[in-house]
């Protein structure tokens, strides 16, 4: 994969800022233990959730990082796990109304592991959890696929 921008690295993740409608592009794959225990592997082109929690986040992945905040570096780690879990529920290979939460806490705790201040994590978190929704919903196209 030939980067788009300058490669960049922070806290456990190698990627390139790109332009267009997502931010970030993961220029090598990413690997975390959630608390997460799908019944079954759920697996996409990009996106990886084991049986037993490890989320696996594949090379030329994007993301959006922060939505409603400026960029902020200790928090890109943190974003990156968060909407790939969010785009889980998009379509419906998690569960909006129950993993939705479990998604949140765990941005505010990788958030602050990668030593952003709870000053700067709790606003963030509060708007995950007040504001955040609407980014987490099924997409009809999903619906239509489960109910066909």
């Given at each position: 994969m030939k980067p788009e921008g300058k490669i960049k690295g922070h806290n456990g993740i190698v990627y390139v800022t790109s332009s267009g409608k997502y931010k970030h592009k993961l220029?090598?794959?990413y690997r975390i233990q959630?608390?997460?225990?799908?019944?079954k592997r759920i697996e996409t082109e990009f996106i990886t959730l084991c049986k037993n929690g490890?989320?696996?986040i594949k090379i030329a992945y994007r993301w959006n990082g922060?939505?409603?905040?400026?960029e902020i570096k200790s928090m890109i780690r943190a974003s990156l796990i968060h909407d790939a879990l969010y785009e889980l529920m998009?379509?419906?290979?998690?569960?909006y109304k129950t993993d939705r939460n479990t998604a949140?806490?765990?941005?505010?705790e990788e958030s602050v592991k990668d030593r952003t201040w709870r000053i700067v994590t709790e606003p963030v978190y509060i708007v995950l959890r007040t504001m955040g929704a609407g980014f987490?919903?099924?997409r009809q196209s999903a619906i239509r696929r489960v109910n066909a």
């Open positions: 220029f090598k794959s959630t608390t997460y225990r799908p019944k490890v989320l696996i922060l939505t409603f905040f400026p998009k379509e419906r290979l998690l569960d949140d806490n765990l941005f505010r987490a919903k099924p």
